[in-house]
Protein backbone atom coordinates (compact mmCIF):
# COMPACT_ATOMS: atom_id res chain seq x y z
CA UNK A 1 0.00 0.00 0.00
CA UNK A 2 1.08 3.39 -0.36
CA UNK A 3 2.45 5.65 2.21
CA UNK A 4 -0.45 8.61 3.17
CA UNK A 5 0.84 11.70 2.36
CA UNK A 6 3.22 13.66 4.88
CA UNK A 7 5.68 16.10 5.59
CA UNK A 8 9.36 15.56 5.88
CA UNK A 9 12.17 17.35 7.92
CA UNK A 10 15.49 16.06 9.15
CA UNK A 11 16.82 18.66 11.49
CA UNK A 12 20.58 18.80 12.69
CA UNK A 13 20.09 19.33 16.28
CA UNK A 14 18.18 17.88 18.91
CA UNK A 15 16.72 21.00 20.18
CA UNK A 16 15.50 21.53 16.49
CA UNK A 17 13.55 18.29 16.12
CA UNK A 18 11.79 18.98 19.42
CA UNK A 19 10.60 22.68 18.44
CA UNK A 20 9.49 20.21 15.35
CA UNK A 21 7.58 18.24 17.34
CA UNK A 22 6.25 20.80 19.75
CA UNK A 23 5.13 22.60 17.05
CA UNK A 24 3.13 19.55 15.61
CA UNK A 25 1.29 19.11 18.53
CA UNK A 26 1.21 15.51 18.80
CA UNK A 27 0.73 15.15 15.05
CA UNK A 28 4.43 14.79 14.53
CA UNK A 29 6.61 11.73 15.16
CA UNK A 30 10.35 10.98 15.31
CA UNK A 31 11.31 8.99 12.41
CA UNK A 32 14.46 6.63 12.84
CA UNK A 33 15.03 3.43 11.01
CA UNK A 34 11.34 3.47 9.70
CA UNK A 35 11.02 -0.14 10.12
CA UNK A 36 7.70 -0.02 12.30
CA UNK A 37 6.99 4.18 11.61
CA UNK A 38 6.82 3.34 7.55
CA UNK A 39 4.57 -0.33 7.53
CA UNK A 40 2.26 0.85 10.26
CA UNK A 41 1.12 4.11 8.16
CA UNK A 42 0.97 2.26 5.26
CA UNK A 43 -1.64 -0.03 6.75
CA UNK A 44 -3.28 3.59 8.01
CA UNK A 45 -2.62 2.78 11.96
CA UNK A 46 -0.88 6.34 12.09
CA UNK A 47 -1.12 9.23 9.46
CA UNK A 48 1.33 11.39 11.28
CA UNK A 49 1.38 15.32 9.32
CA UNK A 50 5.15 15.18 9.52
CA UNK A 51 8.09 13.37 10.19
CA UNK A 52 10.74 14.75 11.81
CA UNK A 53 13.82 12.38 10.84
CA UNK A 54 16.60 12.06 13.23
CA UNK A 55 19.37 10.77 11.14
CA UNK A 56 21.50 14.21 11.79
CA UNK A 57 21.38 14.36 14.74
CA UNK A 58 24.99 13.28 15.86
CA UNK A 59 24.07 13.29 19.80
CA UNK A 60 21.67 9.91 18.87
CA UNK A 61 24.52 8.30 17.72
CA UNK A 62 27.66 6.02 19.50
CA UNK A 63 28.25 3.57 21.79
CA UNK A 64 30.58 4.51 24.98
CA UNK A 65 31.75 1.65 27.15
CA UNK A 66 33.28 2.10 30.32
CA UNK A 67 33.64 1.49 34.02
CA UNK A 68 29.92 2.70 34.86
CA UNK A 69 28.28 0.58 31.91
CA UNK A 70 26.96 0.55 28.42
CA UNK A 71 25.45 3.79 26.68
CA UNK A 72 24.23 3.60 23.24
CA UNK A 73 22.87 6.06 21.55
CA UNK A 74 19.34 5.83 19.66
CA UNK A 75 19.78 6.00 16.66
CA UNK A 76 22.60 2.80 16.82
CA UNK A 77 21.07 0.74 14.48
CA UNK A 78 20.83 -3.44 15.45
CA UNK A 79 23.76 -4.04 13.04
CA UNK A 80 26.15 -1.80 14.97
CA UNK A 81 24.83 -4.08 18.26
CA UNK A 82 25.66 -7.61 16.33
CA UNK A 83 29.01 -5.94 14.85
CA UNK A 84 30.60 -4.46 18.09
CA UNK A 85 33.05 -7.05 19.30
CA UNK A 86 33.25 -5.37 23.44
CA UNK A 87 29.60 -5.58 23.52
CA UNK A 88 29.44 -9.81 23.42
CA UNK A 89 32.23 -9.20 26.34
CA UNK A 90 30.29 -5.90 28.54
CA UNK A 91 26.61 -6.55 27.88
CA UNK A 92 26.28 -10.15 26.30
CA UNK A 93 23.05 -10.97 26.88
CA UNK A 94 22.01 -7.90 24.35
CA UNK A 95 23.83 -8.83 21.40
CA UNK A 96 22.70 -12.28 21.95
CA UNK A 97 19.02 -11.12 22.00
CA UNK A 98 19.28 -9.03 18.95
CA UNK A 99 20.49 -11.71 17.17
CA UNK A 100 16.89 -12.95 17.02
CA UNK A 101 15.42 -9.40 15.67
CA UNK A 102 14.11 -9.73 12.70
CA UNK A 103 16.28 -10.63 8.82
CA UNK A 104 19.35 -8.82 7.57
CA UNK A 105 17.98 -6.15 5.89
CA UNK A 106 15.67 -4.94 8.63
CA UNK A 107 18.94 -5.76 10.92
CA UNK A 108 20.31 -2.84 9.14
CA UNK A 109 18.00 -0.04 9.22
CA UNK A 110 15.87 -0.63 12.70
CA UNK A 111 17.26 1.22 15.78
CA UNK A 112 17.43 0.04 19.35
CA UNK A 113 15.82 4.03 20.38
CA UNK A 114 12.80 3.34 17.80
CA UNK A 115 12.18 -0.03 19.10
CA UNK A 116 11.76 1.03 22.91
CA UNK A 117 9.76 3.97 21.48
CA UNK A 118 7.78 1.25 19.46
CA UNK A 119 7.12 -0.48 22.15
CA UNK A 120 5.82 -4.19 20.64
CA UNK A 121 5.40 -6.24 23.56
CA UNK A 122 6.61 -9.00 21.09
CA UNK A 123 10.01 -7.21 20.65
CA UNK A 124 13.51 -8.63 22.14
CA UNK A 125 14.71 -4.73 23.14
CA UNK A 126 12.06 -3.85 25.72
CA UNK A 127 12.54 -7.25 27.70
CA UNK A 128 15.96 -7.06 27.58
CA UNK A 129 15.78 -3.49 29.03
CA UNK A 130 13.43 -4.77 31.34
CA UNK A 131 15.76 -7.40 32.73
CA UNK A 132 18.93 -5.43 32.43
CA UNK A 133 17.42 -2.30 34.73
CA UNK A 134 18.40 -0.05 31.82
CA UNK A 135 17.75 3.39 32.33
CA UNK A 136 15.96 5.51 29.29
CA UNK A 137 17.57 9.12 28.34
CA UNK A 138 14.88 11.34 27.01
CA UNK A 139 15.20 15.35 26.18
CA UNK A 140 11.90 17.06 25.03
CA UNK A 141 10.49 20.93 25.32
CA UNK A 142 10.84 20.23 29.36
CA UNK A 143 14.34 19.40 28.87
CA UNK A 144 16.19 16.20 30.02
CA UNK A 145 14.81 13.26 32.30
CA UNK A 146 15.73 9.91 32.69
CA UNK A 147 13.24 6.45 32.83
CA UNK A 148 13.66 3.19 34.21
CA UNK A 149 13.07 0.66 31.91
CA UNK A 150 9.80 -0.42 33.94
CA UNK A 151 8.42 2.87 33.81
CA UNK A 152 8.72 3.32 30.04
CA UNK A 153 6.24 0.42 28.73
CA UNK A 154 2.48 1.40 29.47
CA UNK A 155 0.55 -1.17 27.10
CA UNK A 156 1.01 -2.68 23.73
CA UNK A 157 2.80 0.27 21.55
CA UNK A 158 2.36 2.63 24.40
CA UNK A 159 4.51 4.47 26.53
CA UNK A 160 5.07 7.50 29.04
CA UNK A 161 6.67 9.50 26.36
CA UNK A 162 5.45 12.82 25.94
CA UNK A 163 4.70 13.50 22.25
CA UNK A 164 7.70 16.28 22.23
CA UNK A 165 9.49 13.96 23.77
CA UNK A 166 12.76 11.88 21.93
CA UNK A 167 14.84 8.89 23.36
CA UNK A 168 18.13 10.17 23.30
CA UNK A 169 20.56 7.09 24.13
CA UNK A 170 19.84 3.58 26.83
CA UNK A 171 22.02 3.27 29.77
CA UNK A 172 22.94 -0.18 30.81
CA UNK A 173 24.58 -0.94 34.38
CA UNK A 174 27.86 -2.32 34.37
CA UNK A 175 27.89 -5.78 33.94
CA UNK A 176 29.28 -7.79 36.96
CA UNK A 177 32.23 -10.40 35.90
CA UNK A 178 30.52 -13.84 37.60
CA UNK A 179 27.02 -13.21 35.83
CA UNK A 180 25.03 -15.85 34.12
CA UNK A 181 22.30 -15.42 31.30
CA UNK A 182 20.76 -16.22 28.33
CA UNK A 183 17.73 -15.13 26.50
CA UNK A 184 16.02 -17.46 24.37
CA UNK A 185 12.50 -17.29 22.27
CA UNK A 186 10.29 -19.49 20.16
CA UNK A 187 9.37 -18.04 16.39
CA UNK A 188 7.89 -20.46 13.53
CA UNK A 189 10.59 -19.20 11.54
CA UNK A 190 13.90 -17.56 12.42
CA UNK A 191 13.56 -14.16 12.11
CA UNK A 192 9.41 -13.76 12.79
CA UNK A 193 8.10 -12.22 15.88
CA UNK A 194 8.13 -14.44 18.30
CA UNK A 195 5.56 -16.66 20.17
CA UNK A 196 6.95 -16.10 23.47
CA UNK A 197 10.70 -14.86 24.88
CA UNK A 198 12.83 -14.56 27.78
CA UNK A 199 15.48 -13.18 28.97
CA UNK A 200 17.07 -14.20 32.35
CA UNK A 201 20.35 -12.94 33.99
CA UNK A 202 21.69 -13.83 37.63
CA UNK A 203 24.76 -13.29 39.26
CA UNK A 204 26.74 -16.11 40.79
CA UNK A 205 28.15 -15.94 44.90
CA UNK A 206 31.01 -17.57 45.81
CA UNK A 207 28.85 -20.80 46.97
CA UNK A 208 27.84 -21.06 43.51
CA UNK A 209 24.23 -19.10 44.66
CA UNK A 210 21.84 -16.97 42.34
CA UNK A 211 21.77 -13.23 43.52
CA UNK A 212 20.04 -10.26 41.77
CA UNK A 213 18.14 -12.49 39.53
CA UNK A 214 16.10 -10.84 36.90
CA UNK A 215 13.63 -12.88 34.24
CA UNK A 216 11.72 -10.93 32.09
CA UNK A 217 9.25 -11.88 29.21
CA UNK A 218 8.10 -10.94 25.70
CA UNK A 219 5.45 -11.87 23.85
CA UNK A 220 3.34 -12.57 26.98
CA UNK A 221 1.12 -9.88 27.70
CA UNK A 222 0.63 -5.89 26.82
CA UNK A 223 4.38 -5.16 27.59
CA UNK A 224 7.53 -7.00 28.59
CA UNK A 225 6.89 -8.15 31.70
CA UNK A 226 9.57 -9.71 35.01
CA UNK A 227 8.51 -12.91 36.21
CA UNK A 228 8.60 -12.18 40.02
CA UNK A 229 8.00 -15.93 41.10
CA UNK A 230 10.32 -17.38 39.00
CA UNK A 231 12.64 -14.81 40.08
CA UNK A 232 11.77 -15.68 43.77
CA UNK A 233 12.30 -19.32 43.05
CA UNK A 234 15.88 -18.65 41.81
CA UNK A 235 17.23 -16.40 44.25
CA UNK A 236 19.20 -17.77 46.60
CA UNK A 237 19.87 -20.89 44.90
CA UNK A 238 21.97 -23.10 43.20
CA UNK A 239 20.65 -23.36 39.65
CA UNK A 240 20.86 -27.23 39.24
CA UNK A 241 18.39 -29.40 37.44
CA UNK A 242 15.66 -29.44 40.37
CA UNK A 243 15.84 -25.25 41.30
CA UNK A 244 15.87 -25.17 37.09
CA UNK A 245 12.62 -26.95 36.98
CA UNK A 246 10.92 -25.15 40.05
CA UNK A 247 11.71 -21.72 38.25
CA UNK A 248 9.98 -23.20 34.80
CA UNK A 249 7.10 -23.77 36.83
CA UNK A 250 6.89 -21.23 38.47
CA UNK A 251 7.19 -19.09 34.96
CA UNK A 252 4.32 -21.28 33.33
CA UNK A 253 1.80 -20.90 36.44
CA UNK A 254 2.37 -16.66 37.14
CA UNK A 255 1.84 -15.89 33.34
CA UNK A 256 -1.84 -14.95 32.09
CA UNK A 257 -0.92 -15.03 27.96
CA UNK A 258 -3.86 -14.05 25.61
CA UNK A 259 -4.32 -16.50 22.94
CA UNK A 260 -4.13 -15.95 18.90
CA UNK A 261 -3.84 -17.22 15.95
CA UNK A 262 -0.55 -17.69 16.11
CA UNK A 263 -0.79 -19.73 19.54
CA UNK A 264 -3.23 -20.42 22.43
CA UNK A 265 -3.03 -19.15 25.78
CA UNK A 266 -2.49 -22.47 27.02
CA UNK A 267 0.23 -22.99 24.99
CA UNK A 268 2.22 -19.95 25.27
CA UNK A 269 2.03 -20.66 29.81
CA UNK A 270 3.36 -23.98 28.64
CA UNK A 271 6.19 -22.18 26.49
CA UNK A 272 7.55 -19.58 28.85
CA UNK A 273 7.92 -22.21 31.25
CA UNK A 274 9.77 -24.33 28.52
CA UNK A 275 12.11 -21.40 27.71
CA UNK A 276 13.25 -20.46 30.76
CA UNK A 277 14.26 -23.80 31.53
CA UNK A 278 16.27 -23.65 28.27
CA UNK A 279 17.86 -20.54 29.23
CA UNK A 280 18.67 -21.54 32.86
CA UNK A 281 20.09 -24.75 31.42
CA UNK A 282 22.37 -22.68 29.20
CA UNK A 283 22.95 -19.78 31.63
CA UNK A 284 24.19 -22.45 34.30
CA UNK A 285 26.13 -24.43 31.59
CA UNK A 286 28.48 -21.26 31.01
CA UNK A 287 29.05 -20.76 34.56
CA UNK A 288 30.13 -23.74 35.20
CA UNK A 289 33.02 -23.10 32.74
C1 LIG B 1 9.66 -7.51 8.46
C2 LIG B 1 9.97 -6.96 9.82
C3 LIG B 1 10.26 -7.85 10.85
C4 LIG B 1 10.55 -7.37 12.12
N1 LIG B 1 10.85 -8.27 13.12
C5 LIG B 1 11.17 -7.80 14.35
C6 LIG B 1 11.52 -8.70 15.40
O1 LIG B 1 11.57 -9.92 15.24
N2 LIG B 1 11.80 -8.16 16.62
C7 LIG B 1 11.77 -6.81 16.85
O2 LIG B 1 12.05 -6.38 17.96
N3 LIG B 1 11.46 -5.95 15.87
C8 LIG B 1 11.16 -6.42 14.64
N4 LIG B 1 10.85 -5.51 13.65
C9 LIG B 1 10.82 -4.08 13.98
C10 LIG B 1 12.21 -3.47 13.89
O3 LIG B 1 13.08 -4.01 14.86
C11 LIG B 1 12.15 -1.96 14.04
O4 LIG B 1 13.35 -1.52 13.55
C12 LIG B 1 11.99 -1.36 15.42
O5 LIG B 1 10.87 -1.87 16.09
C13 LIG B 1 11.77 0.15 15.35
O6 LIG B 1 12.94 0.78 15.07
P1 LIG B 1 13.06 1.88 13.94
O7 LIG B 1 14.36 2.52 14.16
O8 LIG B 1 12.81 1.26 12.61
O9 LIG B 1 11.89 2.88 14.36
P2 LIG B 1 10.85 3.71 13.48
O10 LIG B 1 10.04 2.78 12.65
O11 LIG B 1 11.53 4.81 12.78
O12 LIG B 1 9.95 4.32 14.66
C14 LIG B 1 9.14 3.47 15.46
C15 LIG B 1 8.33 4.33 16.44
O13 LIG B 1 9.19 4.93 17.40
C16 LIG B 1 9.16 6.37 17.31
N5 LIG B 1 10.56 6.77 17.45
C17 LIG B 1 11.60 6.39 16.67
N6 LIG B 1 12.75 6.82 17.19
C18 LIG B 1 12.45 7.50 18.31
C19 LIG B 1 13.24 8.19 19.30
N7 LIG B 1 14.57 8.23 19.24
N8 LIG B 1 12.58 8.78 20.33
C20 LIG B 1 11.23 8.73 20.43
N9 LIG B 1 10.45 8.09 19.53
C21 LIG B 1 11.06 7.47 18.48
C22 LIG B 1 8.55 6.68 15.95
O14 LIG B 1 7.89 7.91 15.94
C23 LIG B 1 7.60 5.51 15.80
O15 LIG B 1 6.41 5.76 16.53
C24 LIG B 1 10.55 -5.96 12.37
C25 LIG B 1 10.27 -5.07 11.32
C26 LIG B 1 9.97 -5.57 10.06
C27 LIG B 1 9.68 -4.58 8.96
Not at 15 to 29: C, F, K, T
Not at 50 to 62: A, T, Y
Not at 249 to 259: I, K, L, R, T
Request: charged content about 20%; hydrophobic content about 50%.
Amino acid sequence: MKLPQFDYQAPASLSEAVALLMAGNGDARPLSGGQSILPIMAFRLAEPSLLVDLRNIPDLRGIEISAAGVRIGAMVRWRDILDNAQLKVVLPLLPEAIEHVAHYQVRNRGTIGGSLAHADPASEMPAVALALDAVIEVVGAKGKRDIAAGDLFTGSLSTSLSHDEIIVAVRFPAWPAARAYAFEEFARRRGDFALAGVAACYDVDAQGRAKNVRVSALSIADTPIRLKAAEAAMEGRVMDADAIKAASAAASAEVDPAGDIHASARYRKALVGTLLGRALTRAAARTAR
